[in-house]
């Protein structure tokens, strides 16, 4: 069965920094089209990252300041998240994308303020 755990959540002030990890279970990410999502209250849920193989995608807003890396050792996705913004607080999911299926994390908050 799969699974996805995100951590590494909390709240921080502008231009800090936090690491995401999003545990993976049930399957292996080295293969896998794995991304990060978020979701402001009151707004769509984003696209911030993705990852397949070797190649990536990082959204405009976060580019240069977030960094999506993978452990395939330990079967783990990581969101380096530096510079934060007050505009980066949601809660930020894992995903999976399968063909037209997509398996989610329950999410974990970030929040940005002083």
């Known amino acids: 069965q799969e699974q996805l755990v995100e951590s590494g959540g909390g709240s921080v002030q502008p231009g800090g920094s936090l690491t995401l990890s999003c545990a993976v279970s049930g399957f292996s990410i080295e293969d896998a089209f794995m991304r990060w999502f978020r979701q402001a209250p009151g707004k769509e849920r984003e696209l911030v990252a993705s990852i397949f193989k070797t190649g990536g995608f990082y959204a405009e807003s976060v580019k240069g300041r977030f960094t999506l890396s993978r452990d395939n050792a330990k079967n783990i996705i990581y969101l380096q998240m530096n510079s934060l913004k007050p505009e980066d607080t949601a809660v930020y999911y894992c995903?999976?994308?399968?063909?037209?299926?997509?398996?989610w994390g329950q999410g974990t908050q970030v929040t940005v303020s002083s």
């Open positions: 995903n999976r994308r399968l063909g037209s299926q997509d398996y």
